[in-house]
């Protein structure tokens, strides 16, 4: 469970003000994000620095929340998935965003989100450098997911950008039901693939994957269970961002007391210098995570 120890940053009374501004901007702009996203389903012109063509709704979400987190003071750098480069925004902490993840399930009107980190130090950071880290969910409802101050709270967005908490110190359920894992079968390397087959025998666990890594994991924080974007074999890194989602997720997961993993470590352990570095990400219940990495080990 992520802690705060004398490894770890911790807030001070200016950093929680800049955090909660951070998060209070977030969900403010949710609801301008969804209702822009029926007329921005086309591609844009340009891929992203990951070479993944973004859609123009991917566009309008990095725009609209580069230009208000960056107004915020305390706000030192946002970098965003969708561009090269880290924007210098003035001084204090720095935030990561992945402005709509899942934007290629906007055809086929799938769940999709968006992810904020939050970091003291300068970008790429660390995991140990993360402060907070939320997410925002463009569900049935919009909702958002933050992690801070060691608990776990999620608030219902409503569509005047106000929210409230609807549940608190969220902790992943004792008894998991659900998984979900990403990349194509047949890439799968032969460790991962005996692990998908036994979790997949258990009659208990069914299987939840929509293509939306938010909307997946939103399933594990809400059921338990395990959610997986594995190495490949042309991929040993898979495909998710370390700063943009690896991070986040793993810190979210983890302060509601379950446990994340790139096949060896914990997701916050990981160190890549690269602002767009991927990783593997498993993250789920502490005894499907420990039996994951112990399949990785006898390789």
């Not at 979400?61 to 915020?72: F, H, N, V």
């Not at 997701?267 to 690269?274: I, N, Y």
Request: proline share 5%; with cysteine.
């Amino acid at each position: 469970m992520a802690t705060k120890d004398e490894t770890n940053p911790t807030e001070t009374e200016s950093d929680e003000s800049t955090i909660t501004q951070i998060f209070d901007v977030v969900a403010r702009a949710a609801p301008e994000i969804r209702s822009g996203l029926p007329g921005r389903r086309i591609y844009a012109e340009e891929d992203n620095p990951s070479g993944e063509t973004q859609m123009e709704a991917d566009v309008y979400a990095d725009d609209l929340l580069c230009e208000r987190i960056g107004d915020i003071d305390g706000v030192g750098e946002y970098a965003s998935e969708e561009r090269p480069a880290v924007i210098d925004t003035g001084s204090g902490l720095s935030v990561c965003v992945d402005p709509l993840d899942g934007s290629s399930n906007l055809k086929p009107n799938n769940t999709m989100g968006t992810i904020v980190a939050v970091y003291d130090a300068p970008i790429p950071a660390t995991g140990a450098d993360m402060l907070a880290a939320a997410y925002v969910l463009y569900g049935a409802t919009t909702t958002m997911i933050v992690a801070r101050d060691d608990t776990v709270t999620e608030y219902v967005i409503q569509e005047d950008g106000e929210y409230e908490a609807v549940r608190e110190d969220i902790t992943l359920p004792d008894d998991p039901t659900v998984y979900g894992f990403g990349g194509r079968v047949p890439d799968w390397v032969e460790s991962f693939t005996e692990y998908a087959r036994d979790i997949e025998s258990d009659a208990s666990m069914k299987l939840r994957y929509g293509g939306s890594m938010i909307g997946d994991v939103n399933q594990i924080l809400t059921y338990g269970g395990i959610f997986a974007y594995p190495t490949l074999q042309d991929s040993p890194e898979g495909k998710l961002r370390v700063q943009f989602e690896g991070y986040p997720v793993g810190y979210i997961i983890e302060t509601a007391g379950g446990r994340s993993s790139d096949g060896e470590q914990s997701l916050l352990a990981v160190e890549k210098a690269e602002l767009h570095a991927r990783t593997p990400v498993y993250v789920g219940n502490e005894e499907l995570i420990e039996k994951l990495e112990a399949a990785f080990a006898e390789d």
